[in-house]
């Protein structure tokens, strides 16, 4: 059974810094490039950061470029997002993926960036 765990998410003043997680399972996640998403109230769901499989080549949105790093950890069949100054726009519920898969989306893990 194909799967997708996000952890990590919580609420952040200003400037903070979170890590958050996903653990796959039912797949190995290092066959594919991994991606993080997020989507907002309102809003369509996004991309904020790809990285490949392979070369582990990395790919991020200006929006987030500097601030945020994706990163894998084969052996735990894990990728991690990193993120720092965050800012309120950061927050959405955020969720990894495998791009343009049958992968299902798992539950996401909410960051709330507010003073």
């Known amino acids: 059974q194909l799967q997708l765990v996000e952890s990590g998410g919580g609420l952040v003043q200003p400037g903070g810094s979170l890590r958050l997680s996903c653990a796959a399972s039912g797949f190995t996640l290092d066959y594919y490039p991994i991606g993080w998403f997020r989507q907002a109230p309102g809003k369509e769901r996004e991309v904020v950061a790809c990285m490949s499989n392979g070369a582990g080549l990395t790919i991020y949105p200006d929006s987030v470029k500097g601030r945020f790093t994706i990163s894998r950890d084969d052996a735990a069949n894990t990728t991690h997002l990193q993120m720092n100054s965050l800012k309120p726009e950061d927050t959405a519920v955020y969720y990894c993926?495998?791009?343009?898969?049958?992968?299902?989306w798992g539950q996401g893990t909410q960051v709330t960036v507010s003073s």
């Open positions: 993926n495998v791009p343009n898969s049958q992968v299902p």
